[in-house]
C-alpha cells in the first residue's frame, strides 16, 4: 500500500498514522484509498480490537488537497466521488479513536469526526473553512458537525469559516477529552486499549446503538438497543463476564 498511511500494531490496537508532512497531511485521493483499504482490513482482523487514526504534532490534516481538486468539473467530481472513501470509517464496525494534535480543518475535522470519537491535545485547532474557498464542506461536515455541537454552532463554523480551539471543541461536544500534546498518543493508547480488552462483539453492538442514536427516533433507538441487548445473553461473554463479576474476578474474554 501508499506510505501515505503508516500503520503500527500495539497489541490489539492498530495504529494509522497519515504521512504526508509535506502538505500538512492534506487529503488527497492516495491517501484515502489506503486509509479506507487499511481500516476494511482491520475491520475482518478478529486479533483487532480498537483502531485509532492520527496525524502529526502539526497537523492531523489540514483539509483536502486543493491542488488535486481546483480544476475538477462537476461531472468529474461526481463519477470520482473523490475523497468519498472517508465513508469506509462510517462502515467500519471496529470502534475509531481519532488523536488530534495542530490543524484539524475542512476534510481533516470531517475526518475526525468519522472517527467514533476524538481525543485532541491542547494545541488542537478545529474547523470547517471551506465557505472561504467558495465552496461548503462535503465530507459530512454540515451533518456530523451539526449533530455533534448543535445547529447554532454548526451555523456558526459552517456560514464564517472560523476555527475552534480545542477547550471551545469539548465545551461543545465535539472532543471528549484534551490533554497536553505529549500525552496524546498514550492517552488514545490507554483509550484503545481499555476498549480491546471488552469482549469484541459487545463493543461492536455498543458502538451500533449509539450510532442509531442519530439516525432515527428515540423510540426506534430503544427498541434496536434493547433488541441487542437480549441478543448479547446468547454470548459466552456474557456468561463469562456476569460470572466473573459475581466470583470477584476479572474476566477472560473469548470474543464469542
Not at 470520482?80 to 470502534?95: I, K, S
Not at 437480549?230 to 474474554?253: I, V
Amino acid at each position: 500500500m501508499s506510505n501515505t498511511i503508516l500503520m503500527e500494531r500495539d497489541g490489539a490496537v492498530a495504529i494509522l498514522r497519515l504521512n504526508r508532512p509535506e502538505a500538512l497531511n492534506a487529503l488527497n485521493s492516495e491517501l484515502m484509498a489506503t486509509l479506507a483499504d487499511h481500516v476494511a482490513d482491520l475491520d475482518k482482523d478478529t486479533s483487532v480490537g480498537a483502531i485509532i487514526v492520527t496525524g502529526s504534532e502539526k497537523a492531523f490534516a489540514a483539509g483536502a488537497d486543493i491542488r488535486e481538486i481546483k480544476d475538477r468539473t462537476q461531472v468529474e467530481m461526481l463519477e470520482a466521488q473523490l475523497l468519498g472513501e472517508v465513508d469506509a470509517l462510517e462502515r467500519c464496525r471496529t470502534p475509531i479513536i481519532a488523536a488530534v494534535s495542530g490543524f484539524a480543518l475542512g476534510g481533516g475535522c470531517e475526518l475526525a469526526m468519522a472517527c467514533d470519537t476524538i481525543i485532541a491535545a491542547s494545541s488542537a485547532k478545529f474547523g470547517q473553512p471551506e465557505i472561504k474557498l467558495g465552496v461548503i464542506p462535503g465530507l459530512g461536515g454540515t451533518q456530523r458537525l451539526a449533530r455533534a455541537v448543535g445547529k447554532a454552532k454548526a451555523m456558526d463554523l459552517v456560514l464564517t469559516g472560523r476555527l475552534m480551539d480545542a477547550d471551545e471543541a469539548e465545551r461543545a461536544g465535539l472532543v471528549a477529552r484534551i490533554v497536553e500534546p505529549e500525552e496524546l498518543m498514550s492517552t488514545a493508547l490507554e483509550m484503545a486499549q481499555t476498549i480491546a480488552s471488552y469482549s469484541r462483539p459487545s463493543v461492536q453492538a455498543g458502538k451500533d446503538c449509539v450510532k442509531r442514536a442519530f439516525e432515527g427516533s428515540l423510540a426506534e433507538g430503544l427498541h434496536h438497543e434493547r433488541h441487542v441487548f437480549y441478543s448479547l445473553f446468547g454470548l459466552e461473554d456474557q456468561k463469562e463476564g456476569m460470572a466473573a463479576f459475581a466470583e470477584k474476578r476479572a474476566p477472560n474474554f473469548q470474543h464469542r
